[in-house]
């Protein structure tokens, strides 16, 4: 059984989102908000709610064990791009492009002998 939350038109560019969702995908979900804690990226604080959330999820729709919960899966896709314009010298203007992301994070419940998914390397 697993259970999502999502997070959409966050302010953080989705590239530098994606740099932190790469660090707790396929780890426990505690573990996971442990290493989000820590983490220095301003994108970190976003996508420890939507993990919060997606664990809350879990345990109160599914009655699921908060300790078995495992991040499956999680990614960052773009949201709208909202342009804004830099004044310049001599009356120009600079467009400047304040992207946004939509998070997603999906746990489920593994039991307590299997860790990682398999396939994964690093």
Not at 26 to 52: D, N, T, W
Request: aromatic share 6%.
């Amino acid at each position: 059984m697993e259970a999502r939350a999502q997070a959409r038109f966050v302010r953080v560019t989705p590239q530098k989102a994606r740099r932190v969702v790469d660090l707790i995908r396929g780890l426990p979900a505690s573990e996971a908000q442990a290493v989000l804690q820590f983490a220095p990226q301003a994108a970190s604080e976003p996508i420890y709610k939507v993990l919060s959330s997606a664990m809350a999820n879990a345990e109160h729709n599914f009655k699921l064990d908060r300790e078995l919960l495992v991040v499956s899966r999680a990614w960052v896709d773009e949201g709208p791009t909202l342009k804004r314009f830099r004044p310049r010298a001599q009356g120009r203007a600079y467009r400047i492009n304040k992207r946004t992301s939509h998070i997603t994070v999906i746990v489920e419940a593994r039991p307590e002998g299997q860790g990682r998914p398999k396939g994964r390397t690093r």
